[in-house]
């Protein structure tokens, strides 16, 4: 079976995946070691925060077989751009590992919304340089660096900035990653 995404939003009133669900992708971040890096700004510190942040994303459970085997959320859109952030759980088989992010990169780039226009153009990425394997994910599914910001990351757990890349994905750069 292929990857598939499951948006978590609301839907006339009540949300398609109930808290608990998502305080429990919040401590499976924790139990495999991701929150601390891909929250490093220290802007959610635990379930409840990543819930509240999440219902202020647009996000997408990514799944293989029924399990979630990712999750990514959008945030800070203007225009037709939104900062993009991911989470690889352990479960996603590391040999397709590429191939989900190009797949999650394909769907969300090639959205439309009702009048048949895409709803993204871009897609955009900070990531902490010392961060160097989410900087070649990233770069494997499509995306491009575009340069580094000085002092663009708070580490917060370390109470300084660092440098961040900057990413930059668009339909353009994905299609060419794939040919």
């Known amino acids: 079976m292929s990857f598939e995404m ?8 009540v949300r398609t995946y109930p808290d608990r669900y998502m305080a429990g992708l919040y401590q499976q971040c924790v139990d495999e070691g991701h929150a601390e890096i891909v929250f ?12 509240v942040a999440l219902k202020k994303s647009v996000c997408w459970i990514v799944s293989k077989d029924d399990v979630a085997v990712g999750l990514v959320w959008l945030n800070r ?38 009048a048949g226009d895409y709803v993204y153009d871009m897609l955009l990425g900070f990531i902490p340089v010392r961060n160097k394997v989410a900087i070649k994910f990233v770069e494997k599914c499509g995306g491009k660096i575009c340069g580094e910001v000085p002092n663009g990351a708070w580490i917060a757990r370390e109470g300084k900035s660092e440098n961040v890349a900057l990413i930059s994905l668009t ?3 994905l299609y060419e990653s794939l040919h």
């Open 171 to 173: 339909r353009e750069l």
């Open 6 to 13: 499951f948006p978590y939003m609301e839907w006339d009133g």
């Open 40 to 51: 490093y700004e220290g802007t959610v510190r635990n379930a409840a925060e990543f819930v």
């Open 77 to 114: 859109q203007e225009g037709r751009f939104a900062r993009m952030h991911w989470v690889v759980f352990d479960a996603c088989p590391r040999k397709q590992i590429f191939e989900m992010g190009r797949f999650v990169n394909n769907c969300i780039l090639h959205m439309k919304d009702k």
